[in-house]
């Protein structure tokens, strides 16, 4: 069984810039894939960006292309979420997810506590 834990996140200014990070442990970090979903106020949770067990492979949500940019370090078991542009519809609560293989396109086996992202204007 993997656990993840969230960390990074804040209150930040628009058009400023955070790094949110997702520690794993208990599993074979590289062979799954893993994903960002956030969740605001009154909205379901959506998924923001998705990243291969290699880390060769990625996609994102069209309201977060070209500002954010997911990656990996399986030497350290973390996967992160570099924000930069932010606006205030980027707040919300933002949670990994490890997924049940190492394809972008399979289903959450795992979540977090999640970690609130606050952009004010």
């Known amino acids: 069984q993997v656990q993840l834990v969230e960390s990074g996140g804040g209150l930040v200014q628009a058009g400023g810039s955070l790094r949110l990070s997702c520690a794993a442990s208990?599993?074979?970090?590289?062979?799954?894939?893993s994903r960002w979903y956030r969740q605001a106020p009154g909205k379901e949770r959506e998924v923001v960006a998705s990243i291969s067990g290699t880390g060769r492979v990625t996609d994102y949500a069209n309201s977060v292309k070209g500002r954010f940019t997911i990656s990996r370090d399986n030497a350290k078991n973390t996967v992160y979420l570099q924000m930069n542009s932010l606006k205030p519809e980027d707040t919300a609560v933002y949670y990994c997810?490890?997924?049940?293989?190492?394809?972008?396109?399979?289903?959450?086996?795992?979540w977090g506590q999640g970690t609130q992202v606050t952009v004010s204007s």
């Open positions: 208990g599993r074979t970090f590289s062979s799954y894939a």
């Open positions: 997810a490890a997924l049940s293989s190492g394809t972008i396109w399979s289903t959450p086996a795992a």
